[in-house]
């Protein structure tokens, strides 16, 4: 399992927000796919994936939080994925 | 990918024939070979990825350069190397570092700017060094690497001490002048240098294809008379067979290589890049050029050897590595400059026997210098003249104004090179030699061309000890000749005072007698530091006392030439002359002026300045420089804020004015500071 969190982009610090996601909860995901979108010092951005999984979601759309808050996961199996969500 | 070499058939290359053979040697190779290749690719990449995931948190200052994609030529080249050898390297340097052998828990420590990084924090990702491996620094300027790699070898090659220099950079540096300039200057010289250029396609977000305009930046070797090969550097065994001939070649005397290896950027150009001007496509298609992979399944998937002890190795330097104590920020002011000639006291001079020129007198340190330590070397354009022509007629020029004259005779041609017209290139080739061992005396003409080589002066030679936390010093001189009053206009006039003193790191220096010249002289080239020595053009002809032994006179301390009571009149380099003059015609008017030289503009002498201000109340600052933001201004902001209670008038300063400096002799004769000016300022005072 790998965490997802809000990444630092560049030399801004301050907060970022969680615009959208582009998967849905469980979702397959491929290294390099996009993941969500995200907004830092007013540019928008795609955040992809750095691993092959499936996806949990942990974070709504519309956060706006610290750089390095956790959003979610990508599980390496299915069932990994569904005991995240405790279902 | 085929290997391609330019020229296909070139004399160069049939020379080297010696180096195809150990090529063939090669092929095939070993498993071991192999194994060890992928255990450093491994450690490479593991220690990326973690860097790639620890910035994405948030703790790690600045950005990063990732190296993913590029694995294999930092292995494959590296592998060919041993500790002494010298390797210089750009913002995306951890590679280079891994396969360098540096430490990984203080590369990380250094990556966040931890007092126990290898760098002490000074560096951080983008000049990270370790000299110790013979890592002489990743450089944050694009091509920044390249001319110190070509000057590190070039002290290998004059010392003769069997080492090689690899300088690497990206395909966007293949368009740097310096580049082209370096690679001249070692095929000429014939330097044990490979010069590998990892072409990524992009330079940021510049698409190679469209700012190159060759599709093998390999092919330019042709330009220079060099072997020129193109590799696959996603393929381990390509990469190292490849580096297996150019570094043969290099210490087997034959010259440099341009070794280009094409790869992929699997990531962004920094951590975090949204690569939004990156068709996606070509993204996905970079990902699948994985060296790391490549060289897996050609070795067989259970084959990735240590990959256990690495990544523990790893775990261990980014548990540790980032718990590093700060740096106390009361050493911000820390290892700009390297002890005063290590400690050692300036040797006295004995009784000045003699009158010379000031000429004569940089020429006679010159020659002490080089005949007291082998390791002085001169290097610059015309220094000797004739170059290789042999006979009468080399060395028959022996410098612009001579200064250099009977050196090439007295020294050979491995220590008094002419160059090139290719100021960054020699500066910076100069540079590297002083990271390697040789103490460079580089005659630059002219101060007005030191524009072309600011970043070799600026961002290299000042910058390096202080950015590498103290690692290493630069032995480096740079003389120049400044002054107007010639009628050489515009050009060919510039003092740059005050864009030298402006340089944290360098020394500088403007002697005005020709006892101050070789004395200072002398100690500059003791000096462990970088010092711009300057001297006026106006004062090569004045004659003056000089004691024939060697001996030094210490930077940094301005002297009292003329001693008065009733104001201090500061002067730099010739401008003395001119407050000599003044003071003299003061003395008829009653007025007792004391003349402080200068000599040291940086470090510049407060103390000696402020006392004698303290004491006489007046002060008046001589210069030639244009007079806004000149170096008149410092001084006169230096003695205000120490000696504002003693002052009796605001101090006054006399200096060039605004403009670049005119041909017509009614015209520059206006823009230069007159001794009647510093009578003018002086009557104001009374
Ligand atoms: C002299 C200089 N110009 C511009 C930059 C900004 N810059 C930093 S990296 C980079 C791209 C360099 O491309 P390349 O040499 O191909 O190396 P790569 O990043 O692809 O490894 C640029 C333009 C710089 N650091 N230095």
Redesign the interface.
């Known amino acids: 399992m790998l965490e997802l969190i809000l990444p630092k982009t560049g030399i801004y610090e301050g907060d970022v927000t969680l615009i959208e996601w582009l998967v849905a909860e469980g979702g397959e995901v491929a290294i390099g796919d996009p993941l969500f979108l995200m907004e830092s010092e007013k540019i928008e951005m795609e955040i992809e994936s750095d691993t092959d999984g499936w996806l949990h979601r942990e974070a709504e759309a519309g956060l706006e939080a610290p750089i390095g808050t956790r959003i979610g996961a990508i599980a390496e199996t299915p069932d990994e994925r569904a005991a995240l969500c405790g279902n | 990918m085929e290997t391609a070499t330019h020229p296909p058939a070139a004399p160069a290359a049939a020379q080297a024939g010696a180096a195809a053979q150990a090529a063939a040697d090669t092929s095939g190779l070993d498993r071991e070979v192999l194994l060890a290749g992928l255990e450093m690719m491994v450690r490479i990449r593991s220690f990326e990825d973690r860097v790639?995931?620890e910035?994405?948190?948030?703790?790690?200052p600045?950005?990063v350069h990732t190296y993913h994609g590029a694995e294999a030529v930092a292995a494959g080249v590296c592998a060919h190397l041993s500790e002494d050898d010298l390797i210089t390297s750009t913002h995306r340097g951890h590679g280079h570092c891994i396969a360098k052998g540096c430490d990984l828990e203080a590369m990380v420590a250094e990556l966040y700017g931890r007092e126990t990084g290898l760098c002490a924090g000074r560096g951080g990702s983008m000049h990270i060094a370790d000299f110790s491996r013979g890592m002489l620094g990743a450089n944050a300027i694009v091509g920044g690497g390249i001319a110190l790699a070509t000057g590190a070898a070039l002290a290998a090659d004059t010392l003769g001490d069997g080492r090689v220099a690899v300088a690497f950079f990206g395909d966007g540096a293949a368009n740097q002048g310096v580049l082209h300039e370096s690679l001249n200057l070692a095929a000429i010289w014939r330097l044990p240098v490979v010069y590998v250029c990892e072409n990524n396609g992009w330079a940021e977000s510049t698409p190679a294809g469209y700012a190159t305009s060759v599709v093998d930046v390999s092919s330019r070797a042709v330009a220079y008379g060099i072997v020129g090969v193109t590799v696959a550097g996603d393929d381990f065994e390509a990469v190292y067979t490849a580096a297996c001939d150019a570094v043969y070649r290099a210490r087997a005397g034959e010259g440099p290589t341009l070794l280009e290896a094409k790869v992929a950027r699997i990531r962004g150009h920094?951590?975090?890049?949204?690569q939004?001007y990156r068709p996606?496509a070509e993204?996905?298609e970079a990902?699948r050029r994985d060296p790391v992979a490549r060289l897996v399944e050609q070795l067989g998937t259970e084959a990735a050897p240590g990959r256990d002890a690495v990544a523990s190795e790893i775990d261990a330097a980014f548990e540790r590595g980032p718990r590093g104590a700060w740096p106390d920020p009361g050493t911000v002011e820390r290892d700009v400059y390297a002890p005063a000639a290590s400690q050692r006291a300036p040797v006295a001079a004995p009784p000045a026997d003699r009158e010379i020129t000031f000429l004569e007198a940089v020429h006679e340190a010159l020659r002490a210098a080089m005949a007291a330590d082998d390791s002085v070397v001169v290097l610059g354009e015309d220094i000797s003249g004739g170059g290789g022509l042999g006979g009468p007629h080399e060395g028959a020029m022996g410098g612009t104004f001579g200064a250099t004259r009977g050196l090439l005779e007295a020294f050979g041609p491995q220590r008094v090179r002419d160059t090139p017209i290719s100021e960054a290139g020699f500066v910076g080739a100069a540079t590297g030699a002083a990271l390697a061992g040789l103490r460079p005396v580089v005659d630059l003409m002219w101060a007005s061309f030191a524009p072309l080589c600011f970043d070799q002066i600026f961002n290299q030679a000042a910058k390096m000890r202080y950015m590498f936390g103290g690692q290493t010093a630069v032995p480096l001189v740079l003389r120049m000749a400044v002054g107007a009053g010639l009628r050489a206009a515009g050009q060919h006039s510039d003092t740059l005072y005050t864009a030298f003193a402006g340089m944290p790191g360098l020394k500088v220096v403007a002697p005005s007698t020709p006892a101050d010249a070789k004395g200072l002289l002398l100690r500059a080239i003791a000096d462990d530091n970088p010092v711009v020595f300057l001297e006026h053009m106006g004062l090569y002809r004045t004659t003056g006392p000089v004691a024939a032994a060697p001996y030094e006179v210490a930077l940094g301390a301005a002297a009292c030439v003329r001693p008065g009571d009733d104001v201090s009149l500061v002067a730099v380099g010739e401008c003395t002359l001119r407050a000599l003059d003044a003071a003299e015609q003061l003395a008829g008017e009653g007025v007792s002026a004391e003349v402080i030289d200068v000599r040291s503009i940086a470090p510049l002498d407060a103390e000696t300045i402020c006392a004698s201000v303290a004491r006489t109340g007046r002060a008046v600052v001589v210069e030639e420089s244009p007079r806004r933001c000149g170096l008149a201004a410092e001084i006169a902001a230096v003695i205000s804020e120490n000696t504002f209670a003693a002052l009796s008038h605001p101090v006054a300063r006399v200096t060039a004015a605004n403009s670049p400096v005119p041909f017509s002799p009614p015209l520059e004769d206006a823009w230069l500071p007159t001794a009647a000016d510093i009578l003018s300022a002086v009557r104001a005072m009374a």
């Open positions: 790639q995931r910035f994405a948190r948030g703790e790690m600045g950005f920094y951590i975090g890049d949204p939004q996606r993204r996905q990902r």
